[in-house]
T-cell receptor, first 117, second 113 residues
Framework: NAGVTQTPKFRILKIGQSMTLQCTQD?????MYWYRQDPGMGLKLIYY???????DKGEVPNGYNVSRSTTEDFPLRLELAAPSQTSVYFC????????????????FGPGTRLTVL | GENVEQHPSTLSVQEGDSAVIKCTYS??????FPWYKQELGKGPQLIID?????GEKKDQRIAVTLNKTAKHFSLHITETQPEDSAVYFC????????????FGKGTMLLVSP
């Protein structure tokens, strides 16, 4: 298994440009997440999905959109890039529905470093 | 919503010493507390977790303790090695719901040879 893969690894955008960050997992996980990581600020949840066709906002959703048409893919869309969106973005997934056990482990991708100038 | 505070933000130890990282949480409904390790340029990886019905859990050189009354939990690393150098994040969630994690701000651990 490749696990969680993200593309691109790095990207520089100009203010006002748009882009899609790609995330794919091959573990047949129901749950998928997008986080942003700013220096010294931990990971903040942007959006998450509990299954194909179902998405919900996290703590910092403004300026972003997501879709989940398949179990494997969970792209994150930035419509009008702003300098405040300069960050490292991580996608994660986990199996199961709810409840105890290893179902709660989130598996993270390697991240996308985005700079908006 | 949940709020997780993590201390210290940086921690420097000598190889062989012990390291302790502490976290507090605010939501009494939280019942699952994982710890993630993030090496430079990589995504976080789960190293140990604990559920609210357990007070302590060990896995070789790492252990986690939980005090539900005080709403705090701690990561203990014994006999530290240079390869333990990384950023460590604590997190909390209600595992019986949609289980979104709230992360602390992280602790950069540096183990010097």
């Amino acid at each position: 298994n490749a696990g969680v893969t993200q593309t691109p690894k790095f990207r520089i955008l100009k203010i006002g440009q748009s882009m899609t960050l790609q995330c794919t997992q091959d573990m047949n996980h129901n749950y998928m997440y997008w986080y942003r990581q700013d220096p010294g600020m931990g990971l903040k949840l942007i959006y998450y999905s509990v299954g194909a066709g179902i998405t919900d906002k996290g703590e910092v959703p403004n300026g972003y959109n997501v879709s989940r048409s398949t179990t494997e893919d969970f792209p994150l869309r930035l419509e009008l890039a702003a300098p405040s969106q300069t960050s490292v973005y991580f996608c994660a997934s986990r199996p199961g529905t709810s409840g105890w056990g290893s179902y709660n482990e989130q598996f993270f991708g390697p991240g996308t470093r985005l700079t908006v100038l | 919503g949940e709020n997780v505070e993590q201390h210290p933000s940086t921690l420097s130890v000598q190889e062989g010493d012990s390291a302790v990282i502490k976290c507090t949480y605010s939501d009494s409904a939280s019942n699952y507390f994982p710890w993630y390790k993030q090496e430079l340029g990589k995504g976080p990886q789960l190293i140990i977790d604990i559920r609210s019905n357990v007070g302590e859990k060990k896995d070789q050189r790492i252990a986690v303790t939980l005090n539900k009354t005080a709403k705090h939990f701690s990561l203990h690393i014994t006999e530290t090695q240079p390869e333990d150098s990384a950023v460590y994040f604590c997190a909390a969630s209600n595992a019986l719901g949609y289980s979104t994690l709230t992360f602390g701000k992280g602790t950069m651990l540096l183990v010097s040879p």
